[in-house]
């Protein structure tokens, strides 16, 4: 398996609070996602970094934000957590881009209350 | 807009049984598709990829794919399915917008 570590692996938090995930890798790859799953519709791309320091958008990144400070690590913020924000969180990594194969991390659960 | 559409939300299946699950793809321009699998509990894991080549694609743990252009469409398959295939399967597609699109997941339930 590729190393990849997301933490929290469960959280549950209130409506208003900000909530940061923190999504960690040791194969040194460039590229770095962050989806959510729901039932019935997949994985959506919320965000997604080509590098350290350069991020972009997804199809859901409206109430998101991310950071890369460091090649290894990439992490997800959600302002002001909302109902509509509780989901099950995957990390993914590539080497090469949207060409590539993309790795996962386990995932986390997050429930905001 | 891009999109990608798998039409069996739920397949129930005996061990042994065939499988065939259908994956639809809109993609404008190259498209890269994959096979994604989730068993319970765990994360996704990769079953075959196709960018290129051959249209029948070969994964992991006896499965296939074929790419019909004609068609849009990557449909995964298995001659004989066991209990541990039991999962949630994803399609994925990507292209030239470097952004991985998934289709809404078709769980298989095997039956021993």
């Known amino acids: 398996d590729a190393g990849i570590t997301q933490s929290p692996r469960h959280k549950v938090t209130e409506t208003g609070t900000p909530v940061t995930l923190r999504c960690h890798q040791t194969?040194?790859?460039?590229?770095m996602y962050w989806y959510r799953q729901d039932p019935g519709h997949g994985l959506r791309l919320i965000h997604y970094?080509?590098?350290?320091?350069?991020?972009d958008k997804g199809e859901v990144s409206d109430g998101y934000s991310v950071s890369r400070s460091k090649t290894e690590d990439f992490l997800l913020t959600l302002e002001s957590a909302t109902s509509s924000q509780t989901s099950v969180y995957f990390c993914?990594?590539?080497?090469?881009?949207?060409?590539?194969?993309?790795?996962f991390g386990p995932g986390t659960r997050l429930t905001v209350l | 807009a891009q999109s990608v559409s798998q039409h069996n939300h739920h397949v129930i299946l005996s061990e042994a049984a065939s499988l065939e699950l259908g994956c639809n793809y809109s993609y404008g321009g190259t498209v890269n598709l994959f096979w994604y699998v989730q068993y319970p509990g765990q994360h996704l894991q990769l079953l075959l990829k196709?960018?290129?080549?051959?249209?029948l694609v070969k994964g992991i743990k006896g499965f296939e794919a074929e790419f019909i252009k004609s068609k849009f469409s990557f449909n995964l398959r298995k001659p004989s399915v066991q209990w541990s295939d039991t999962a949630e399967y994803f399609c994925?597609?990507?292209?030239?917008?470097?952004?991985?699109?998934f289709g809404q997941g078709t769980t298989l339930q095997v039956k021993p």
């Open positions: 194969e040194n790859h460039r590229y």
């Open positions: 970094s080509y590098g350290v320091k350069d991020t």
């Open positions: 196709y960018f290129s080549g051959d249209p």
């Open positions: 994925a597609a990507s292209g030239n917008t470097g952004k991985l699109i």
């Open positions: 993914a990594i590539s080497e090469r881009g949207n060409t590539d194969t993309q790795y």
